[in-house]
């Protein structure tokens, strides 16, 4: 089936920090979505992209839709500890209700 | 603003046991969507509802069913559970089919724990 590649699995990095993590496939996608997750919550969708090579930001969070379709980054600029959690990338494919997650990069934030 | 409900929160059953999972969406949302994530895992897409008739369908087992009632709320059942059941999931509702019309909002989960 399907796979996202998301990189890195991990990250430890201090506050005030940039934080870059971006997902790959080997198939197109019509529609890349990034979202965060805590621990025993559900995702919260941070961005959402539709276009192949759409750049959105959302307060200090940008992410972009690459111009292959194969592709999508999401940069966090000067990191908060509240910014610690697991990010997702999810992808669809046309003609497809569901969505395909990454593994998750799992972000820890030091004071 | 009114959020995807899934209830209960926290569910433990025995195995070969059936349990029952509620999903309320966002007020308007026509789609509805069940995941799958087990511990240290991504979510895994079961299936999903468009207008109360089943649009997609995913890794679900023969064991489970789902339907979306003309409320639009969406139920998933689970019948004769292993322990391997054990997981988080999730309801997600969107505006259109696809999320097209602004993403997927997922609830806050039911935990089942089958022990």
């Known amino acids: 089936g399907q796979q996202l590649n998301q990189s890195p699995q991990s990250m430890f990095i201090q506050e005030g920090e940039d934080v870059s993590m971006n997902c790959t496939s080997s198939?197109?996608?019509?529609?890349w979505l990034w979202y965060k997750q805590e621990p025993g919550e559900g995702p919260v969708l941070l961005i959402a992209?539709?276009?192949?090579?759409e750049l959105t930001s959302n307060g200090r969070l940008t992410a972009q839709f690459g111009i292959t379709r194969k592709d999508s980054f999401l940069n966090i600029s000067a990191s908060i500890p509240s910014d610690v959690g697991i990010y997702f990338c999810?992808?669809?494919?046309?003609?497809?209700?569901?969505?395909?997650f990454g593994k998750g990069t799992k972000l820890t934030v030091n004071p | 603003a009114a959020g995807v409900i899934q209830s209960p929160r926290h569910l433990i059953k025995e195995k070969r046991e059936t349990a029952t999972l509620k999903c309320y969406p966002i007020?308007?949302?026509?789609?509805v969507y069940w995941y799958q994530q087990g511990p240290g895992q991504d979510p895994q897409f079961l299936i999903s509802?468009?207008?109360?008739?089943?649009?997609d369908k995913g890794s679900i087992p023969d064991r489970f069913s789902a339907q979306q009632f003309s409320d639009y709320h969406s139920e998933l059942n689970m019948s004769s559970l292993e322990l391997g059941d054990s997981a988080l999931y999730f309801c997600?509702?969107?505006?259109?089919?696809?999320?097209?019309?602004?993403?997927?909002?997922f609830g806050s989960g039911t935990r089942l724990t089958v022990v």
């Open positions: 997600a509702s969107s505006l259109g089919r696809r999320g097209v019309l602004g993403g997927y909002t």
């Open positions: 992209l539709y276009k192949a090579g």
């Open positions: 198939s197109i996608f019509n529609t």
């Open positions: 007020p308007r949302h026509d789609t």
């Open positions: 509802f468009y207008e109360k008739m089943q649009s």
């Open positions: 999810a992808g669809r494919q046309g003609g497809s209700e569901k969505l395909v």
